[in-house]
């Protein structure tokens, strides 16, 4: 007769008495319905302290990929970098490296991608990059282009890329731009001419 029960991985677990204090209980109890059981808390709670008293090392990529989900890290060009630094807000959007980086992106030169190619490029290295937690490119049956940029700042930040993007777009194709600001999004209704 065929074994279930042998085929199943097992798990071993010991058995803990620890003394803790009321507070330390109460996030326990707090917790204990998400997680399913006090001893489940604590197991997490250990692979956490521990990650954080002995943190993983690993390639570089490795690393960005960890600092860009756990740390919210952003990708930034040293060139708009200096430029932010130093005070120069205009330079940011004339002098980057924003075509070089969607050639890189998507793998071929700008005067090798059409329109669509190079919206695509630009919507995915800006995720790459983690500057908006989702891009979303459609394209209506007139050929007109809707982008929607979604973050979690500020207005503000908004307007920034929203004009950022439309220089980049006017600089280098040869369309219209009408940008829609939101205070945790925007959208930019694209035309090409």
């Known amino acids: 007769m065929f074994n279930i029960m042998s085929k199943r991985e097992k798990t071993h677990k010991k058995s803990v008495h620890a003394t803790i204090s009321d507070e330390s209980y109460d996030i326990l109890e707090q917790y204990e319905e998400e997680y399913g059981s006090k001893s489940a808390i604590v197991d997490v709670a250990i692979k956490t302290f521990k990650r954080f008293k002995k943190p993983y090392i690993g390639s570089k990529e490795e690393m960005w990929c960890r600092a860009r989900e756990e740390l919210n890290m952003v990708l930034i060009g040293k060139t708009t970098y200096l430029s932010l630094i130093t005070g120069k807000k205009e330079e940011v959007y004339s002098k980057n490296i924003a075509v070089e980086v969607i050639e890189w992106y998507n793998g071929k030169r700008i005067d090798e991608m059409n329109f669509e190619e190079f919206l ?67 959208y930019l209704i694209i035309k090409e001419t």
């Not at 500057?131 to 503000?156: P, R």
């Not at 920034?160 to 999004?185: D, Q």
């Open 120 to 186: 695509n490029g630009l919507k995915g290295m800006w995720s790459v990059a983690n500057y908006f937690y989702k891009i979303e490119l459609e394209k209506n049956e007139k050929g007109v282009f809707q982008m929607k940029f979604n973050h979690d700042l500020t207005k503000n930040y908004s307007s920034f890329w929203a004009e950022y993007f439309e220089t980049l777009l006017k600089n280098h194709w040869k369309c219209s731009v009408e940008p829609f600001i939101r205070n945790e999004s925007f």
